[in-house]
T-cell receptor, first 114, second 115 residues
Framework: DSGVTQTPKHLITATGQRVTLRCSPR?????VYWYQQSLDQGLQFLIQ???????AKGNILERFSAQQFPDLHSELNLSSLELGDSALYFC?????????????FGSGTRLTVV | GENVEQHPSTLSVQEGDSAVIKCTYS??????FPWYKQELGKGPQLIID?????GEKKDQRIAVTLNKTAKHFSLHITETQPEDSAVYFC??????????????FGSGTRLSIRP
């Protein structure tokens, strides 16, 4: 157990629907990062939060949004889902942004859009 | 950070032999150089890292070497074992400052250990 908790582990939904992925960072970590990993692909950076504030954005689609709450957990909202959104979504956390101790990843949420 | 390239994309080695994966980056301000291992069905896990004031770091069978002048660093695995089969990612960036940055991961190297 890495200390980063992601729920749900698996999600199957239909095209056009909306889902919410949840991440609880490791205790004491203030920064949360979201990554998308499609089949046999690398880790694509989506968005980063630090202590409730959005800090950096990658190639995140307009249909996707996220937030970090006062208790530091984060949610990634995916709407108007398309087949191509099927992927593994990882959350990672670190004590501070740009930490020189690296990231701790959760075990991911596998999203299947049918 | 910025542009990160990883080579090779796939690597197959005989059990007991050594494996080397190279990561090249473009941002000369990068000062933190980690390697992550992702096993099937799991999230990436930090396995070793190096900071720019050090040229080499070793932890049992794994080591990382850094060439800041040439802007590349490498992961070395010696005496490979079946459990080393995984995808390995590098993610260099500038650590220790407050501005946000989009930390970019390399495209990954799929390492297979042949029995």
């Amino acid at each position: 157990d890495s200390g980063v908790t992601q729920t749900p582990k698996h999600l199957i939904t239909a095209t056009g629907q909306r889902v919410t992925l949840r991440c609880s960072p490791r205790s004491g970590d203030l920064s949360v990062y979201w990554y998308q990993q499609s089949l046999d692909q690398g880790l694509q950076f989506l968005i980063q939060y630090y202590n409730g504030e959005e800090r950096a954005k990658g190639n995140i689609l307009e249909r996707f949004s996220a937030q970090q709450f006062p208790d530091l957990h984060s949610e990634l909202n995916l709407s108007s889902l398309e087949l191509g959104d099927s992927a593994l979504y990882f959350c990672a956390s670190s004590v501070v942004e740009n930490s020189n101790y690296g990231y701790t990843f959760g075990s991911g949420t596998r999203l299947t859009v049918v | 950070g910025e542009n990160v390239e990883q080579h090779p994309s796939t690597l197959s080695v005989q059990e007991g032999d050594s494996a080397v994966i190279k990561c090249t980056y473009s941002d000369s301000a990068s000062n933190y150089f980690p390697w992550y291992k992702q096993e099937l069905g799991k999230g990436p896990q930090l396995i070793i890292d190096i900071r720019s004031n050090v040229g080499e770091k070793k932890d049992q069978r794994i080591a990382v070497t850094l060439n800041k002048t040439a802007k590349h660093f490498s992961l070395h695995i010696t005496e490979t074992q079946p459990e080393d089969s995984a995808v390995y990612f590098c993610a260099p960036y500038r650590a220790g400052y407050s501005s946000a940055s989009k930390i970019i991961f390399g495209s990954g190297t799929r390492l297979s250990i042949r029995p």
